[in-house]
């Protein structure tokens, strides 16, 4: 158990603020994660052009960028409160249950997709068929999901930290595997397709991707549906202010523009590589795209590094996911701790892991689940930055003593029923009830406000707002300070030995493109598979050990920062 202080019930000491460099590798190693490997295949197969792929996820990426940026990171700096911390304070203790257990439930869902997907890996080790059906169909494939759930939720029990510091070494080395395993593929892609010799131009590549990975079959599915959904993918996260739990370390609002990290190498890039990636395994195992699980995918293009890519990626994924759903359980109960949450919520999420239909169907559970949080993040956003500019008061029902603000619970249980509505009878596609969702929960939520009691002054309204505007002196007090920890960091940084395994691990990645490269030029082979692996070894020993040796005197410099401000105070 970790015995880290994770602040669930209230703001986190400035001593606790993470370094940008910790959302970056957050970021991008969540976002480069397994399911990048099923997304990326199911595009292919959802019969959408090219042309619909690079335009429309570049445009629901950068919208997803902008919500995260704009509208999560802010209200999560300014608060330093977990979503569920904050949601208490807004709609009451009695609001909070129902919400946790349902956002607990759809956290540990899709934790337990990402764990599936790591052990659609680990089961070509032991000769186990692919699991692309509702149920398991070999047990070793149950026990090998309940193992990687072991690992996964050991990992989510030791704390944000922990989970930045995995995530931070393992990104880089990911973001590479899609790509050198798109390069792998595309030997035997251009071979099937007809005019194309070798990709000289874009034009060349277009024409390729055109007729043998993104095939135009569908009338229905197009650029705005590719693009909606690449904004809907994480909106539980950034619409529904999910990320405030992660984003309430960040020293500054701005690092939530670090998701760009995520959404355009992840959701963009990699979700591009991972649909070669599955459009040439299908053409040189002679299947269909639909019959391949991730971990077959990775496998065929990249050998024993797909194994590891495909583990690796379902961790850190399902590692903050699971920590998110924790949270959520941890906050039903006072009593109940962060670490024990977590460990039964893994137990959970584990079991359901062994059912491979969780990242079957992917890409409609996301959007659902985006949208079953959207109401509440529009009610969040209200009611931090609307009430004060239309004469309301935040925080009312706290200060009216109510356990349940009804005002929320009605908007979130209408808007549901109206999504329900919308969809079911065709009126608009899943992906684009976002926005008539987020303006009707948001115009719905102040007039009910209004009239339950959000028009009145309350005398502890004042109070509290003393109270946070000194928390924020405070901690824009020890930001200022922080810079003398920066330039000792630098001298650490120096180091000879540290400068060395840096510039090894660096030399490492840039082996793995080279091994890509070739690999294209003059095809696929077990010898380069081996070399792939070899120089991937050595990458994560050597990252391993830099970073190791640069934190370590970094967490001390925040200890005596701690001890300073503690002394003054």
Known sequence: MSTSDEFETKP????????ARAFAGSYAGEHVAGTEFVIGALFVSWGVGAGDILIGLLLGNLMAVLTWGLLTAPIATDTRLTLYAYLEKIAGKGTIKIYSVVNGILFS????????VSASAVRILLDIPPQVEWFPSDFRF????????????FMAVKGFEKLAAFAEVCAPWMILMFIVGALFMLPALIASTPGISSISSFSDFFTMANESIWVKTSSEVGLWHVAAFAWVANLAMHGGMGDMTLLRFARYPKYGFFSALGMFIGHYLAWICAGIMGAGAAIIIHTSITNLDPGAVAYQALGTCGIIAVIIAGWTTSNPTIYRAGLAFSSLNPKWSREKSTVVVGIVTTIIACFPFVFSQLLGFVGIMGLMMAPIGAVIVAEHWLFDKIGLTRYWSKYKGNTTNYAAVITWISALLLSYILESTGSLHLF????????????????????????ERYPESEIEEQDELKRKTLEKTY????????????????????KIASIVAVMSLFSC??????????????????????VTMLYFVCATYAYIARSKPADAAVDDSNNVNTAKQ
């Open 12 to 19: 986190i000491s400035p001593g606790k603020l993470q370094p």
């Open 109 to 116: 869902v899709l934790a337990g997709a990402m764990i599936t």
């Open 142 to 153: 149950v026990l090998v999901a309940l193992f990687v759930g072991a690992v996964v939720v």
């Open 432 to 455: 684009f009830l976002l926005i008539p969702i987020w303006i009707y929960s948001t115009v719905i939520y102040c007039i009910l406000a209004a009239l339950l009691g959000a028009k």
């Open 479 to 498: 930001l200022q300070e922080i810079q003398a920890k920066s330039a000792f960091e630098e001298k650490v940084k120096s180091a000879l030995a540290v």
């Open 513 to 534: 493109l080279v091994i890509g490269v070739y690999a294209y030029a003059e095809g696929s082979s077990p010898t380069l598979h081996n070399a792939l692996f070899v």
